[in-house]
């Protein structure tokens, strides 16, 4: 059996081609959610909903793999936030959304959903930070601004590496190397079954909620 990597994509993007594609080729499984079709057009609060219930009821181990790509990302961010609790397997975000963005020579500008509340939690100190988590994002990205990515992760203990002349759409190349580092220590066949650990007897049930 082929260890199973959970990857969301970016928008419009599909398990099973670009980065989802990379990771088979490794020879993991994909598993996840993409963002064309129908997780795509459910509400925002629908989307976090689905991946808070896959997390809790498949992905809940200290052997898991989550790989997440710019919008991806941010509702993997904000589902950690629903949750509560630090994700206890291994994070890998690539471009990662975190808020409000905007191109000035273009004069273009994109508000996510709920832009403001990773950056509340974050500045509160009560953001459920994952416990192994590693942020990669372009000194040009002017989606995933390097700036505002580097102040979230400063403030929630994330590592995060700028990469220099990076857009968007990080280096084919650069993307691969990081891949091949992060899951270095990942069984693509396991022998030995996944531990779980149940969600709810990790840690006391909270209700709380965004600053």
């Keep these: 059996m082929k260890h199973s990597i959970f990857y969301l994509t970016g928008m419009g993007g599909t398990l099973h081609t670009g980065l989802g594609r990379a990771i ?8 996840g959610r993409q963002l064309s079709g129908e997780f795509r057009n459910i509400s925002f609060q629908d989307q976090i909903n689905t991946v808070c219930n896959d997390l809790k ?13 710019s919008f991806g990302a941010y509702i993997f961010l904000h589902s950690q936030a629903q949750l509560a609790k630090p994700y206890i397997g291994k994070v890998l ?32 100190g009560s953001y459920p930070t994952p416990k192994q988590c590693e942020i990669h994002t372009g000194s040009e990205d ?57 969600f709810d007897d990790l840690c006391p049930s909270s209700s709380q909620q965004p600053p």
């Excluded at 975000?93 to 939690?121: C, H, K, Y």
């Design 93 to 124: 975000l690539l471009s990662p959304i975190v808020g409000e963005f905007e191109n000035q020579d273009t004069q273009m500008n994109f508000i996510p959903p709920r832009a403001n509340v990773l950056m509340e939690w974050a500045q509160s």
């Design 24 to 31: 088979l080729d490794r020879g993991y499984d994909v598993t």
């Design 57 to 69: 009821e498949h992905f809940w181990h200290e052997d898991a793999r989550v790989v997440c790509n």
């Design 142 to 198: 002017w989606q995933s601004n390097p700036d505002n990515v580097t102040k979230f992760g400063e403030l929630v203990g994330i590592n995060v590496t700028v990469v220099p002349d990076g857009g968007h759409n990080l280096p084919h190349s650069y993307v691969g190397a990081v891949l091949d580092k992060w899951l270095s220590h990942t069984q693509a066949n396991p022998t030995t079954q996944d531990r779980r650990i149940a």
